[in-house]
């Protein structure tokens, strides 16, 4: 909660993205319980907050994740076009009578839960990588808003299954192979997209110019 109300503040008072705000919240919060954590020894496992441990996953935190998971799409789907009003049409919201902070402070908190459940998986250093790259690698595929949504989930979750898959017989931290084939699929979409990728961007930069001449 402390976490949403910051990001909703700091997005209320500055120019910053909310990616942007998103990094320096997240990391600022997780920068201060390791530094509790350190100044006060407990017998919570330090490197498996830093990296997650999807092995060590217990029932119970498998049924907290559903539950999270459960409620957070239920207020998505009620209040979708609310949030879509709120991010994309600021002006108009208010017009109808809807309150940009709350509907903010309501996303930022859905935000902060789905990201406090992920870090049993993959650590803290890592989640912000994994709310990040699949929204960002969709940007690059597709202008549509309620595609890239679609896109982003599929990334999302096709990285994390053969992620998950991959690390047990790589005998590696899940964390960091799920974010690596995350990172591979954006610079993939980064160099490649068809229509906003590098390779894109410089064949219309040279047609153009081969039109002027």
Same mark, same amino acid.
Request: with cysteine; glycine share 8%; net charge neutral.
């Given at each position: 909660?402390?976490?949403? @109300?910051?990001?909703? @503040?700091?997005?209320?008072? *500055?120019?910053?993205?909310?990616?942007?705000?998103?990094?320096?919240?997240?990391? *600022?919060?997780?920068?201060?319980?390791? @530094?509790?954590?350190?100044? !006060?020894?407990?017998?919570? !496992?330090?490197?498996?907050?830093?990296?997650?441990?999807? @092995?060590?996953?217990?029932?119970?935190?498998?049924?907290?994740?559903?539950?999270?998971?459960?409620?957070?799409?239920?207020?998505?789907?009620?209040?979708?076009? $609310?949030?879509?009003?709120?991010?994309? $049409?600021?002006?108009? /919201?208010?017009?109808?009578?809807?309150?940009?902070?709350?509907?903010?402070?309501?996303?930022?908190?859905?935000?902060?839960?789905?990201?406090?459940?992920?870090?049993? *998986?993959?650590?803290?250093?890592?989640?912000?990588?994994?709310?990040? *790259?699949?929204? /960002?690698?969709?940007?690059?595929?597709?202008?549509?808003?309620?595609?890239?949504?679609?896109?982003?989930?599929?990334?999302?979750?096709?990285?994390?299954?053969?992620?998950?898959?991959?690390?047990?017989?790589? $005998?590696?931290?899940?964390?960091?192979?799920?974010?690596?084939?995350?990172?591979?699929?954006?610079?993939? /979409?980064f160099f490649f997209a068809p229509k906003h990728g590098l390779l894109a961007s410089r064949r219309r930069v040279a047609r153009e110019q081969t039109g002027d001449h």
């Amino acid at each position: 909660m402390l976490a949403a @109300l910051a990001m909703t @503040l700091v997005r209320h008072v *500055t120019r910053l993205r909310e990616d942007a705000i998103i990094g320096f919240i997240f990391s *600022t919060f997780f920068a201060v319980g390791l @530094l509790i954590i350190s100044l !006060n020894p407990t017998s919570i !496992n330090v490197q498996s907050i830093i990296f997650g441990n999807i @092995l060590g996953i217990a029932d119970e935190d498998v049924l907290q994740v559903e539950i999270i998971i459960g409620v957070s799409l239920l207020i998505l789907c009620l209040v979708w076009k $609310d949030l879509l009003a709120v991010f994309f $049409d600021e002006s108009h /919201a208010v017009s109808i009578g809807l309150s940009p902070l709350r509907m903010k402070i309501l996303f930022f908190t859905l935000l902060s839960a789905c990201t406090v459940a992920a870090l049993q *998986t993959v650590g803290a250093i890592l989640v912000i990588a994994m709310v990040i *790259t699949p929204g /960002a690698t969709a940007y690059l595929l597709t202008d549509r808003f309620s595609r890239l949504v679609i896109i982003a989930i599929v990334i999302g979750a096709l990285t994390s299954g053969v992620g998950a898959y991959l690390s047990f017989f790589l $005998d590696g931290a899940t964390g960091g192979v799920i974010v690596t084939l995350q990172t591979l699929v954006f610079l993939a /979409a980064f160099f490649f997209a068809p229509k906003h990728g590098l390779l894109a961007s410089r064949r219309r930069v040279a047609r153009e110019q081969t039109g002027d001449h």
